[in-house]
């Protein structure tokens, strides 16, 4: 009797017992957090000169000479800030107003740490002391 059992399973058997998987099309990404992209700030070196006359030519400036802060955006050099004379060198072609901005921010910040050490002294002793 079971013999016969697998050939009635078998013709009653309509074909594979899963039906394929439909085809996928590609739509837009799935929507979630995008991973930011890496922006660098750093003072520039000799070894940037090359990098800083491209950027130059690029945005059609002359060059900003050597005190200059960079900003790099995933490892491209996009922006350029003169240390003296606050002019600004910026790919054309990138999204730099944040990069731009945060380069104007951080000159502000050096410009204030460098002041003479002797005048910061002075203005401790000018506090009033409680107590």
């Known amino acids: 009797m079971h013999s016969d059992l697998h050939l009635h399973l078998a013709a009653a058997d309509p074909g594979p017992r899963f039906a394929p998987a439909p085809a996928r099309v590609p739509g837009p990404p799935a929507p979630?957090?995008?991973?930011?992209p890496d922006l660098v700030l750093?003072?520039?070196t000799p070894a940037d000169a090359s990098a800083l006359r491209r950027l130059?030519?690029?945005d059609?400036?002359?060059p900003l000479g050597e005190d200059v802060l960079l900003a790099f955006?995933?490892?491209v050099l996009v922006a350029a800030l003169a240390l003296t004379g606050d002019r600004v060198a910026a790919d054309p072609f990138?999204?730099?107003g944040d990069a731009v901005a945060l380069l104007r921010l951080r000159a502000r910040q050096i410009a204030l740490t460098a002041g003479p050490r002797r005048a910061r002294r002075?203005?401790?002793?000018l506090l009033p002391?409680?107590?």
Do not use: H, I, K
Request: net charge positive.
């Open 122 to 125: 002075r203005r401790r002793f």
């Open 60 to 62: 059609s400036v002359a």
């Open 42 to 44: 750093r003072r520039g």
């Open 56 to 58: 130059a030519q690029l």
């Open 32 to 36: 979630g957090p995008r991973p930011e």
């Open 129 to 131: 002391r409680w107590g």
């Open 94 to 96: 990138a999204p730099t």
């Open 73 to 75: 955006l995933d490892g």
